[in-house]
């Protein structure tokens, strides 16, 4: 039986399967459009899906990292909610997640298409050029989605932390009163406070006690260990 998660480790979960993925679908994408590698040499004579069981595997990958990310974004909707902050990153959580498979979508179906001209056309490579550069244009726009994406998760742990010390202060401020409160019913009843200093008295008096009882005691089965 499996051992159940925290709320905290859900979410350390979920943060690791988001960045993995996306990650992964920066490269997928590059490879969906038919980016060569800089080190290539092959020039316009290399076929734009030589990289096709790259493209499968990665694509493989990068949906069983979706169903994993799923999964945990379930396990999370079933933690009882313990306020807004709490129930906004869930729903963040979800919204991720849905911004992530929107793209592997968008990039398998680009590459089908592409895939679907370049058996029409294998010989016009200069038919592509242009969709190669609309291309790259998705690519950067979807790398500014994720630094978009980033921003927010940064933004809501600000938020946490603001409403965590919010009610830090609200504690202290309930314990100040208590103080208060308790200072004016000592001021107001003196027989009480003079009440509590005999108490502190007679606790300082009797540990003094103690203290000097330990002390002679162990002088004593130190004088007799080493007689």
Aim: aromatic content about 6%; overall charge neutral; glycine content about 4%.
């Amino acid at each position: 039986m499996a051992t159940a998660l925290s709320y905290a480790d859900l979410r350390k979960q979920a943060r690791q399967l988001e960045n993995a993925i996306d990650l992964k679908l920066v490269a997928f994408s590059k490879l969906g459009a038919g980016i060569q590698s800089p080190h290539s040499h092959h020039g316009d004579t290399t076929p734009l899906l030589s990289g096709e069981d790259t493209f499968e595997a990665m694509s493989a990958e990068i949906e069983d990292l979706l169903n994993k990310l799923n999964l945990v974004n379930e396990r999370l909707a079933e933690q009882p909610v313990s306020g807004a902050a709490m129930l906004h990153t869930i729903q963040r959580h979800r919204e991720i997640m849905a911004d992530l498979a929107r793209d592997f979508r968008k990039t398998n179906s680009q590459h089908e298409s592409r895939r679907e001209r370049e058996d029409l056309l294998k010989g016009g490579t200069d038919s592509f050029r242009g969709d190669g550069v609309n291309n790259r244009r998705d690519i950067y726009l979807k790398e500014s989605q994720h630094i978009h994406n980033s921003d927010h998760l940064v933004n809501e742990q600000i938020a946490i932390a603001v409403e965590t010390r919010e009610h830090l202060s609200s504690q202290r401020q309930t314990f100040k009163r208590l103080q208060t409160r308790f200072n004016d019913i000592s001021n107001k009843y003196p027989l009480i406070n003079s009440l509590i200093n005999r108490i502190n008295i007679r606790k300082r008096r009797d540990s003094f006690i103690i203290g000097l009882v330990v002390f002679l005691c162990t002088v004593l089965m130190l004088f007799y260990a080493f007689s």
